[in-house]
């Protein structure tokens, strides 16, 4: 055959099979079967007792208990937040007196377990009954008798708070030094002050590191709260539930209320995380785009030379003669 009629000839297409993935169907077959096993048991067996799961969901003492549990996790990350801020910036100064400060406060409520914390603060009255202020070894001028007539909840802040503190600390430090210095030397030389620097330029470049592992920090804060009664404090979800199940002998469904309660504002606060790093993760993550300013648009296409009026540099060659 003529190699020009091949040429011309129409191509031949292939017959692409798909791979195949039977990993796939298997896995998915085993996990759906699991899960109708599960299904299957969660709601045939009777000793889950959701008749008892449903009396309890909405009472009185576990919303309370709900509402307290909400109020600790604010309270003590609202303390946290705060000196871990100061704790990161000392730990970024040129004063060495701050900067080991910070470290041991690092080390010490990292390296001992929340529990004895909380077991230290509401023991804080035996071990301090009295706090004397005057001339040391002298006379005294002021003499405090120490009480708690909050009934733990002040120890419980206080030991959930200064524990986290140590932890987010750590994170906001590392937020801080994911920026590049060149971004402070540049702010800088625009003669920005060290404020001004850190509240336009650092922290809102800082904080898409910041806010994923606060927020699941935030979310540790909610189930370590059922730690204080350590201190004691007896009005948070987990005793709450705890009581009602000893008060009518059946545990089982009111560790299932108090899941459900854990699982539910777990939710929401992802929710909000999710929001959160959206709106910081601006101009950085391809899925969602950075808000367009009309105005500073408007002006920077008036400055910039437009393409019609740039000088044409390109010059003309004499083309080579064919050969």
Same mark, same amino acid.
């Given at each position: 055959?003529?190699?020009?009629?091949?040429?011309?000839?129409?191509?031949?297409?292939?017959?692409?099979?798909?791979?195949?993935?039977?990993?796939?169907?298997?896995?998915?077959?085993?996990?759906?079967?699991?899960?109708?096993?599960?299904?299957?048991?969660?709601?045939?067996?009777?000793?889950?007792?959701?008749?008892?799961?449903?009396?309890?969901?909405?009472?009185?003492?576990?919303?309370?208990?709900?509402?307290?549990?909400?109020?600790?996790?604010?309270?003590?990350?609202?303390?946290?937040?705060?000196?871990?801020?100061?704790?990161?910036?000392?730990?970024?100064?040129?004063?060495?007196?701050?900067?080991?400060?910070?470290?041991?406060?690092?080390?010490?409520?990292?390296?001992?377990?929340?529990?004895?914390?909380?077991?230290?603060?509401?023991?804080?009255?035996?071990?301090?009954?009295?706090?004397?202020?005057?001339?040391?070894?002298?006379?005294?001028?002021?003499?405090?008798?120490?009480?708690?007539?909050?009934?733990?909840?002040?120890?419980?802040?206080?030991?959930?708070?200064?524990?986290?503190?140590?932890?987010?600390?750590?994170?906001?430090?590392?937020?801080? *030094?994911?920026?590049?210095?060149?971004?402070?030397?540049?702010?800088?030389?625009?003669?920005?002050?060290?404020?001004?620097?850190?509240?336009?330029?650092?922290?809102?470049?800082?904080?898409?590191?910041?806010?994923?592992? /606060?927020?699941?920090?935030?979310?540790?804060?909610? *189930?370590? /709260?059922?730690?204080?009664?350590?201190?004691?404090?007896?009005?948070?979800?987990?005793?709450?539930?705890?009581?009602?199940?000893?008060?009518?002998?059946?545990?089982?469904?009111?560790?299932?209320?108090?899941?459900?309660?854990?699982?539910?504002?777990?939710?929401?606060?992802?929710?909000?995380?999710?929001?959160?790093?959206?709106?910081?993760?601006?101009?950085?993550?391809?899925?969602?785009?950075?808000?367009?300013?009309?105005?500073?648009?408007?002006?920077?296409?008036?400055?910039?030379?437009?393409?019609?009026?740039?000088?044409?540099? *390109?010059?003309?060659?004499?083309?080579?003669?064919? *050969?």
């Amino acid at each position: 055959m003529d190699s020009r009629q091949d040429a011309h000839a129409a191509p031949v297409l292939n017959n692409a099979v798909p791979v195949r993935h039977p990993g796939r169907w298997i896995s998915a077959i085993i996990i759906v079967g699991v899960l109708l096993a599960f299904l299957q048991s969660l709601f045939t067996n009777p000793n889950f007792r959701w008749d008892v799961v449903g009396t309890y969901i909405l009472d009185t003492k576990v919303v309370q208990g709900v509402m307290w549990t909400l109020f600790l996790t604010f309270a003590s990350m609202v303390l946290a937040i705060v000196l871990a801020i100061l704790l990161a910036f000392m730990r970024q100064s040129d004063n060495p007196v701050f900067r080991w400060s910070s470290w041991t406060w690092v080390w010490f409520f990292r390296g001992t377990p929340v529990y004895t914390q909380l077991l230290f603060w509401g023991l804080a009255t035996v071990l301090y009954p009295t706090i004397v202020l005057g001339i040391p070894f002298g006379p005294a001028a002021i003499t405090w008798v120490t009480s708690d007539p909050t009934h733990g909840l002040i120890p419980a802040i206080l030991g959930l708070g200064l524990n986290e503190s140590a932890y987010l600390a750590e994170i906001f430090r590392a937020g801080l *030094k994911s920026v590049d210095q060149g971004q402070h030397e540049a702010a800088e030389a625009l003669g920005m002050t060290k404020g001004k620097i850190m509240r336009r330029i650092i922290l809102p470049q800082a904080m898409r590191v910041i806010v994923p592992p /606060t927020g699941n920090e935030t979310i540790g804060m909610l *189930k370590t /709260t059922s730690l204080v009664l350590a201190v004691p404090f007896t009005l948070d979800l987990t005793f709450a539930t705890n009581a009602l199940a000893n008060r009518i002998y059946l545990p089982i469904p009111l560790l299932i209320v108090a899941a459900f309660w854990y699982l539910l504002v777990t939710s929401l606060l992802m929710v909000g995380q999710h929001f959160i790093e959206a709106h910081y993760g601006k101009g950085v993550d391809n899925r969602v785009p950075a808000t367009v300013n009309p105005a500073a648009a408007k002006a920077s296409a008036a400055v910039a030379p437009s393409a019609e009026a740039e000088p044409d540099l *390109k010059m003309d060659f004499p083309e080579e003669e064919a *050969k």
